[in-house]
Structures are given as C-alpha cells and as structure tokens.
C-alpha cells in the first residue's frame, strides 16, 4: 500500500481510496486504488488477483475436452462463446468438419448469449447509476434465455454445450418454438429500456460526453467490443475475421466515434437489435443432419501452434494452443477482453468524478473472473 | 367524554378536565407531557415501520415483484421482524472513530424527527401544540438532521462516509433554501406562519388552487428540494450505494443504522406533511368557495382521512421518483439548485408578492 501514499512537497498526502476489493460497482472483487482530488479523480489503479484460479495452468493437465469446462468460469456471461472459441482451436488443429447443423445451432446459441449478457449489463448499468428498478426488468428478460438454455444444455449459466466437432446434444424439440417467442417479446421488451434509461433526461446528462476514450487510445490499448466501436475501433471479430457461419448472415457492425459513456451503451442497446436480426435468419433455416462430428474419443492435436479468436459480448476473445502431439495443451492461452478493456479505465475516468467512474466502468461491462482468470 | 372523529379538541379538553377534577394541576401536566412524549415515540416507530414497509411494497409493484410477504399477513410484520433484529444486533463502534460523536450522531438525527412530530396539525384538534411560528419551527428544526449526518461521515473514520457526508452537506444546505423559499410563498398569501391559521385560510379552497401558477411553481420546487433534503433518490448521494456502499452510514450497524434507517422515512412523512399542510389544505377537505352543497358533502369524509389520503398520495409520488429516476451527479444537483430552482423561487417569491398586493388570487 505504501507506494500509493505520493508525499507532496508541501508534506501533505494524496488522499486515496481502495474501492473493492468488495463493492457493489466493481461487480466482483476486483480492487481500484483511486487517488482523489475531492470528489475529482486523478489516477484509477485496478489492482488484480483476487479471484485468479489459474484456468491456464490447469488447462495444461486436462485433456482437450476437459478443457472447454473451464472457460466456461472466465467470462461467464458469454459462457457460449468462450466455448466456441476452444472448440474452434481444436477443431482448427483436427482438420475436423462440423456438420452444418451445429454450425447454425452454435451461432444461434452465440447470439442469445449476447442478447442475454448485454440484457443482464443494461439492468446493472442503470443499479450502478442508481435506478435499481432497471436492473430487476434486465433480469426478467435474461431470465426467459437462462430458462432456453436450461432446456437443450441443461445448465443455465455455465453450459459446457460445444465440443469438438459440434455440440453436445441435439437441440430440445421445444428450442425453436421458445426461441420465436422470445424473440418476438424481447421487440416489445427491447423500446421499454429506451423509455427507461434512453430517454432519461438524468441518463442522459450522467453519460453523455463522460469517459471519454479516443479512437487512438482504443486501438492502444486494445479496447475490443462495443466499448471499442463507439469509439470508431471498427473490430468486429465476426465481420472483420468471420468464423463459423458469420459471412453468410446480414447484420450490421454498430460504429460509433464520439467514444463517451452514452456511446458504448448505445452501442450495445443497437448490438442487441442485431443479435435479434440474425437469430431470425438463422431460426427457421437449422438444417438437418448431424449434430455433431465423429471424433476421437482421445483428442490428440497435432505438434504446432492454433489460435482463433471469436466476439463475445464484451469482445475480441482470442485461444491460443501450443501442441507438442500429447493428449493435453502443452501451453494454453487466453487473450480476454475485459483485461485489455479494464486497462484503458484509467484513461477515461482521469479528471471525472467518483460517480462517472462508476457509469464509466459499468459501459466497459467488466467480469471480473475474465479479467482475472 | 364526547368523542366526535371531526374534532378531536373536544375530546382531547374533556380528558384534560377529568384530570383535573382528581388531581393538581402540576401533575396532570406532568402526566400529560409522558403522555404525549410516549404517543409521539410510539407515532414515530409505528410510522417508520409502516413507510419502510410501503416502500418495499411500492418497489416491488414497480419492479415486478411481490415484496415482502411471509411474516404476518401480506407481510405486515416483516420490518417488525426487521426491526428487532437490528435491535438483537451488535452495535459495533469502530476502534479509530470518535467514540462520543459516533455514538452522538444516530440520536441527533432521530431527535429532530421527534420533535418535529409534536408540531405537526394531524386532524383538528389534533396536534400536539400549534406553535405561532409553526412553519418556522418545522423548517428550523427539521434541518438539524444534516448535523447528524455530518457528525456521522466525520467520526467514522471512513473516507466513504467523509465523502457521503461532505456531499449530503453541500446538498441539504444548498436546498433548505429553496424549499423556505417555496413556503415562503403561501405564507405570504396566507398571512400566517401558524399551521392552524394556515390550513383555516384554506377554507375556501387549497392554496394550490387559489394561488395559481406562483403556488403551483412553488409546489413544484417544494416537492423536488424536499426530496433532495430527506436524501432520497434521485438524490441519493450521500448514500449512493453504487459509489460510496453506504455513504455516511456505511460503518453503522444494529440499532445505531436502524435510527438513520427510521430517520430517512420520517423526514419524508415530515416533508409531505409540511406539503400536504401547505399547498394541499392538510386535513381541510376539498372546498370550493360558493359551492355550498358540495362542501357540506365533502365534509361528511372526516379530516383526517382528508389528511391522510393526501399524505399517501404525495408519498407515492416521491416513490416513484426514487424507483424510476438514476441518481444525479454531485455538481448538477448543485447546478440544479443554484441556477435553476433558487433564481425560480426567488422570482416566484416576487411574483407572489405582486398577486397578493393586487388580490389577483381565488
């Protein structure tokens, strides 16, 4: 702690506060040191460790698919992709063909993962600035996806639905039918945020031209994800460098370039509206077929290096294998976004107040286990 | 004894005479002060208990949700429940706090309630004592809360509370004026700072009315300032859960957080009240001058369900407030008070100078 004590020359202190490790806005422990000039901020300093479980070292001593478990416990909110992204990796190292019925049946998942983070980010954006009716209304609507996946995966916040080659069971007879219905209430559900917090006139002056994150900074610092494109960092894993089926479907990547808090929450309000426009595309259209490769039992990559890297809901995800031919990752690696993500909060809240902080942080999204893994 | 549910002064002078008649005057008012100071203590905790217990309610409308409903019926009994266990709780003092101020602060702030109670006109009749300079009285006193939420963030050794409290100061101070300001204006139409006198001015119909736009516009200013003064959201930054845990009373626990607990509820029946009383006609019922028949009807509703309803629906107004709006930032509550409301009040004080002069109201 002593190092953040700075003696002025006058011989008084900088006056700091550790906010976390346990607070409500850090959402998990994770810890800021905050120097303070009154209520203004001069240094944001996130402090990290809390909740490290080595996922990457004991990725080294299970096999390929006991692998994909464990990144289900980094970013849990986009649980889905995470496992999407291992799968890839390996199947990139496999050679392996995954049947188009699981192709689509991943991307559709992928989506509804977004849609119900970013539903479960909105309800906590509004907790963080103080409107506490926002976040039960999030939750209702995160909560209709939570009750889809239970139904085909059998878990409903850590799935463990892909594996290599596919996914794990085929989908529940009712999925296809839950999920229109869904869609079709979440249009409805979706103007109500906007009437919420949108249009708020305090909303409005609490975010608009706070936080701000350049363009510049963004790519510096490796910002990814809506924070990223609001301001103008066009990175869309799924557009730029598609995987899977994403090449084919029509959607949008939302741009924007003012970069401030309004902006990224904007940005993941229109994101969710794109989600919708594909699981439209998608829903009707699960081909039929396999749901699932043949594999080996024991997967065994060849020597080598694999890497892929997917857009989950707080953005670019990337796995990185290194092989020597053994059943398990000789070395395995997570390039996360909230870690790059949770860097540049020093640069946008530097000259804000403490309540900024906090609506800036919120628009950044951050799971703390995915920062910390 | 003649009891009648529209005017309590003569029930309440039949008992004062049937005291007297067994026993010397010295004790009866002695009997009469631990009377009415256990009545008031009672009043304060039972209204306590039952606000939080609409608040959790109307939260839970708004929010989708049931609320409390386990312990008694609908869950009446679930702040009871609540209450005694913060009473069973270990009141910790932390060990680098300034022990007296810390233990201090929780009193203060629930010790300007109580005596503000005593003021108060509940139905006629029913008030404990109808002060002449009533209003006066109210504002002055109600505003010593801000000293116990001071004293709190100062003596807990936390910077949190130090920064919830510093903000709740700037805040409480800032709109005490505007809220004076905004009373000011039926005080200079109605001539009085005495409650009673006040809510008998309003025979002919509420001030809300009778005044038109100044009032209406003093209302309103009156209606957000008071939010703002009872620290409650959108104004909420001395607690701002979000950014500063608890703010003032984050080191606070057991009994000690159930009196800021308490206090919170109480200054806004305290403020509604005062609303209720000023604007609205507390206990009067809904006259119109000339419509004789009509007033003999609205009559037949007893004065304090007049009251009450008007109460309830002011408190429900400022819920929604709470459970709709995100929280403001520390400098635009400042701005909002500073450039918005004070330079509005101090015109409308003007303007309602202007009318009464003319006689240009109802």
């Known amino acids: 702690m002593e190092q953040n004590v700075i003696m002025n020359p006058d011989g008084t202190q900088e006056y700091f506060v550790n906010m976390g490790p346990q607070h409500p806005s850090t959402h998990g422990v994770l810890r800021l040191v905050l120097t303070l000039n009154g209520e203004i901020i001069e240094k944001v300093e996130p402090h990290l460790g809390y909740i490290h479980r080595s996922i990457e070292k004991m990725c080294e001593k299970d096999n390929y698919r006991q692998v994909i478990h464990l990144t289900d416990r980094m970013d849990y909110l986009s649980a889905h992709m995470n496992n999407h992204a291992v799968c890839l990796a390996i199947e990139n190292g496999l050679d392996v063909e995954v049947p188009d019925r699981a192709v689509v049946i991943r991307v559709i998942m992928d989506e509804l993962t977004r849609i119900s983070s970013h539903t479960l980010w909105w309800g906590v954006m509004g907790m963080d600035l103080g409107a506490i009716t926002s976040f039960l209304y999030g939750f209702r609507d995160h909560e209709y996806i939570t009750e889809i996946f239970e139904e085909t995966c059998g878990a409903r916040l850590t799935m463990n639905y892909n594996v290599p080659g596919g996914v794990m069971f085929d989908l529940h007879p009712n999925f296809v039918q839950k999920t229109k219905d869904f869609i079709a209430e979440f249009k409805r559900k979706l103007p109500e945020y906007d009437t919420l917090l949108s249009n708020n006139v305090i909303f409005l002056e609490r975010t608009k031209g706070v936080g701000i994150l350049s363009k510049e900074m963004a790519i510096s610092y490796g910002v990814t994800g809506p924070a990223g494109r609001a301001s103008g960092f066009a990175n869309d894993v799924r557009k730029h460098e598609p995987y899977s089926n994403y090449d084919k479907l029509d959607f949008k990547e939302i741009l924007y370039t003012e970069g401030d808090t309004f902006h990224r929450y904007k940005a993941r309000i229109d994101e969710m509206w794109e989600s919708i426009k594909i699981i439209e595309q998608l829903i009707d259209n699960i081909p039929e077929g396999d749901f699932q490769a043949k594999t080996r039992k024991v997967i065994k990559l060849p020597k080598g290096e694999f890497y892929q890297k997917v857009e989950t809901a707080r953005g670019e995800l990337g796995v990185f294998i290194v092989s020597d031919g053994k059943m398990n990752p000789y070395r395995m690696k997570f390039r996360s976004p909230g870690f790059s993500n949770l860097s540049a909060l020093n640069e946008m809240a530097k000259g804000g107040k403490i309540a900024d902080l906090v609506a800036t942080m919120s628009t950044l999204d951050l799971v703390v286990p995915d920062i910390d893994r | ?362």
Not at chain 2, 18 to 24: D, H, N, R, V
């Open chain 2, 1 to 362: 004894m003649n009891f009648s549910i529209y005017d309590f002064s003569a029930f309440f002078t039949s008992i004062h005479e049937w005291l007297l008649g067994m026993m010397p005057e010295a004790l009866v008012t002695t009997i009469e002060w631990i009377t009415i100071g256990t009545a008031a203590i009672l009043f304060t905790a039972l209204l306590g208990l039952s606000l939080v217990y609409g608040e959790r309610k109307v939260a839970a409308w708004f929010q989708l949700r049931i609320g409390p409903n386990r312990v008694g019926f609908q869950g009446v009994l679930q702040t009871v429940a609540d209450i005694l266990k913060l009473i069973l709780k270990e009141p910790l003092t932390p060990k680098s706090s300034d022990k007296f101020l810390y233990n201090l602060a929780p009193f203060i702030m629930m010790m300007a309630p109580f005596i503000v109670i005593a003021a108060l006109p509940y139905a006629k009749g029913l008030q404990v004592m109808d002060l002449e300079v009533g209003v006066f009285f109210v504002t002055a006193v109600s505003s010593i809360g801000v000293l116990g939420v001071l004293l709190a963030g100062w003596s807990s050794n936390n910077k949190y509370s130090l920064i919830g409290a510093m903000r709740s100061g700037a805040q409480i101070v800032s709109y005490e004026l505007s809220a004076g300001l905004a009373i000011l204006t039926v005080i200079v139409l109605s001539g009085s700072l005495q409650f009673g006198e006040i809510i008998e001015s309003q025979r002919e119909g509420w001030w809300i009315y009778r005044g038109h736009i100044p009032v209406w516009i003093a209302f309103i200013v009156f209606l957000i300032a008071g939010t703002a003064e009872t620290n409650r959201g959108p104004f909420d930054l001395a607690e701002a859960e979000s950014e500063l845990t608890a703010g003032f009373h984050t080191e606070y626990s057991g009994i000690k957080f159930a009196f800021f607990f308490l206090a919170e509820y109480v200054n806004l029946f305290i403020i509604v009240v005062i609303a209720a009383t000023v604007f609205l006609g507390g206990w009067m019922p809904l006259h119109i001058g000339g419509l004789d028949g009509f007033n003999a009807a609205m009559d037949i509703i007893p004065p304090i369900v007049w009251f009450l309803g008007k109460v309830t629906v002011l408190i429900l107004l400022i819920m929604w407030f709470k459970w709709t709006f995100p929280r403001l930032r520390i400098d635009q509550i400042l701005t909002l008070e500073w450039k918005y409301l004070l330079p509005i009040s101090l015109v409308n004080i003007v303007l309602v100078a202007f009318i009464t002069l003319m006689g240009w109201y109802f």
